[in-house]
């Protein structure tokens, strides 16, 4: 009964927008170093927790979470594409413990997943198909949205589950910290915008993709000559949220609510909710001691970008 665990903010802009080659390259081996721990522990499964930015999920049925017995990566950007290797009947073991343990937790067994679930898999693993996944979606930007305690609950439930199983599991967790890249919302959408939150977003024709992802290109390159375009990076909060959880002082986060954290973080900074959700699960296994915790925060990337790891004290 083993786990390690590896939370890794992603970024839909790595080689569109990118920041000085000094930054990139110390980005690249702190990814390095963790691929090499997670290499040396020798996972036999991974648990990923991860958001979705309206290209999987929809508000034609909007879960707070969900698990997928079957994953298929749309490589948007240029994430990697095609079908995750999902072990099915374990999957679905997963999900009747997690019902039975008190957590309303949807599945799908034709689950549509995008960059955030595919790039710790590429970047940490070198695929999406090296190991078998079990995928998590934690909603993040769709309200309304999972707190923090639900979310830990979660995470404590898929943990107990995974105790069970006398595997090398590796947790992973994608997403954060904070920033607001330009995300739309329903209450503020037009015609065609709210047809494509309610679902018809699912299959967008090439043009219309691009013509997106040309917005968030766009919306980071303005970002890097005025960091009051979009809703500032908070690095003071992103530092204390990484030491709550490095501390194991989980639960202190229950009291943030989700009105303070958009506030204080950003409206997609809901995405932390997966390391949330990945420490939780880790504490199933035992207390943890924390390792190549990194950093730093970069306006090319609209994001505040933190990699932290994390190994069972035997």
Not at 40 to 59: C, R, T
Not at 262 to 268: D, L, Q, R
Request: proline share 7%; aromatic share 8%.
């Amino acid at each position: 009964m083993h786990a390690y665990l590896h939370c890794l903010s992603h970024t839909p802009l790595v080689g569109y927008v990118d920041p000085e080659p000094a930054v990139l390259d110390e980005v690249n081996g702190v990814i390095a170093d963790a691929r090499a721990r997670i290499a040396a522990f020798d996972p036999e499964l991974v648990v990923l927790y991860a958001p979705d930015h309206y290209n999987g999920f929809f508000y034609d049925v909007m879960p707070p979470f969900c698990l997928g017995a079957g994953a298929t990566s749309i490589g948007d950007f240029t994430s990697a594409a095609g079908e995750l290797p999902v072990p099915k009947a374990l999957a679905e073991a997963c999900a009747h413990a997690v019902i039975d343990d008190g957590i309303d937790l949807a599945l799908s067994y034709c689950m549509q997943v995008d960059h955030g679930f595919a790039q710790p898999l590429e970047f940490l693993l070198g695929g999406l198909d090296t190991l078998p996944v079990l995928p998590v979606f934690i909603n993040g930007v769709a309200a309304p949205l999972p707190g923090f305690r639900r979310t830990r609950m979660l995470g404590e439930a898929v943990g107990r589950f995974l105790t069970t199983l006398d595997k090398r599991v590796l947790i992973l967790a994608s997403g954060g910290l904070s920033h607001q890249p330009p995300v739309p919302e329903l209450a503020k959408a037009d015609a065609h915008m709210r047809d494509r939150l309610l679902g018809s977003g699912k299959h967008l024709p090439p043009d219309e993709r691009e013509l997106r992802q040309q917005r968030v290109i766009g919306a980071a390159k303005q970002f890097v000559h005025d960091q009051n375009s979009l809703h500032p990076l908070n690095p003071i909060w992103d530092t204390r949220f990484m030491s709550l959880l490095e501390q194991g002082r989980l639960d202190e986060l229950d009291a943030v609510s989700n009105e303070a954290l958009s506030a204080m973080a950003g409206k997609s900074a809901h995405e932390i909710k997966t390391w949330m959700a990945a420490f939780a699960t880790l504490s199933a296994f035992g207390s943890w001691r924390c390792e190549g915790r990194y950093y730093r925060p970069i306006p090319e990337w609209i994001a505040g970008f933190g990699s932290l790891s994390a190994a069972v004290q035997n």
